[in-house]
């Protein structure tokens, strides 16, 4: 081996030195750099909040806030128009609850296995392949939903439109399967093994150590899935766009077509709707609407986890 040339003592002082001096310069940048992203998460939400405001206050300064929400009519483009929100709100809740009917059993049972029955190569396996399902542009679950999942339902269901709000339901259902899943098993995960093992020492299944144990363990993380799942069935916008249809009805049958906030907001923005009319700002106000309901559902969400919350 060649002999390397030794460093003295004062070298490596010095090179000791020089490293110290990048390392403090960027312990001072770092936190600078860290403030400067958060300052402008802030402020883009601030701008979105502030936009959505004075566009809505421009709508509502024509059209009144008591016919907005009691209105039973959503006709905006009429020669007399229309602007009661309930007929979208119907039908946005009505994709919600068709999804989280599909979502909230699977995904749990799903959670449920990979936390309690699969082994670690099991799910290391199952997991990333339906965390996949998340990563599907919605575009693609749209045109799914309307080329196979509706002739599916018509063969089943006679009389079933074209358009309705079974079919985007239930894809919606099977897109967020992977949040519920994936949130939940997480929760599971975070409970402590000596739980389990007590529950096993007197007796218990892996059933009964699943359901009466880890599940009640891990109800916060759980139920806080569950309301962000929602969140995002509400939220969600081009599957209800391609295969719901634009029908704004208070008619809560699931075979007819519906149309939801999003999908309204889609419709306007698509450019045949002049710029500042009274139709054009309307999108601002369901917005707004749209806006309040996820706020409304992540704040539950919050509630829930901070009021279920368990410390091992």
Not at 155 to 171: D, H, M, R, T, W
Not at 197 to 226: C, D, N, Q
Not at 305 to 311: G, I
Request: glycine fraction near 8%; include cysteine; aromatic fraction near 10%.
């Amino acid at each position: 081996m060649e002999n390397r040339p030794k460093k003295s003592i004062s070298q490596q002082i010095e090179e000791k030195s020089s490293n110290r001096g990048l390392t403090n310069a960027a312990e001072k940048i770092m936190p600078k750099l860290f403030l400067t992203c958060a300052v402008i998460s802030i402020l883009t939400t601030i701008g979105i909040v502030v936009t959505l405001m004075a566009e809505t206050f421009t709508f509502f300064s024509t059209v009144s806030i008591v016919e907005f929400v009691t209105s039973p009519d959503w006709y905006p483009v009429f020669s007399e128009p229309d602007f009661g929100i309930r007929p979208l709100i119907i039908g946005t809740l009505m994709i919600a609850v068709i999804a989280m009917v599909i979502a909230i059993p699977i995904g749990l049972a799903a959670a449920i296995f990979l936390s309690e029955y699969a082994s670690d190569k099991t799910r290391r396996t199952i997991k990333p392949i339906l965390e996949v399902l998340a990563g599907i542009p919605t575009i693609v679950y749209g045109f799914f939903a309307l080329t196979f999942v509706t002739p599916v339902l018509q063969n089943v269901i006679p009389g079933l439109g074209v358009y309705n709000a079974l079919s985007p339901g239930l894809v919606v259902g099977i897109m967020i399967i992977p949040m519920v899943a994936s949130l939940s098993e997480d929760a599971m995960s975070a409970v402590p093994g000596s739980m389990r093992e007590g529950a096993y020492a007197l007796g218990s299944t892996r059933l009964e150590v699943a359901m009466k144990v880890v599940v009640p363990a891990a109800l916060s993380g759980i139920l806080a899935s569950f309301v962000l799942a929602i969140s995002r069935a509400i939220g969600e916008t081009m599957i209800v766009t391609v295969a719901g249809g634009a029908n704004p009805t208070t008619d809560m049958d699931i075979t007819n077509a519906v149309q939801t906030m999003t999908a309204y907001i889609v419709q306007v923005s698509l450019g045949d709707v002049g710029y500042g009319t009274t139709t054009y700002y309307s999108i601002y106000a369901v917005g707004m609407t749209l806006f309040l309901f996820t706020l409304l559902m992540n704040v539950i969400a919050y509630f829930i986890s901070k009021r279920f919350r368990e410390v091992y």
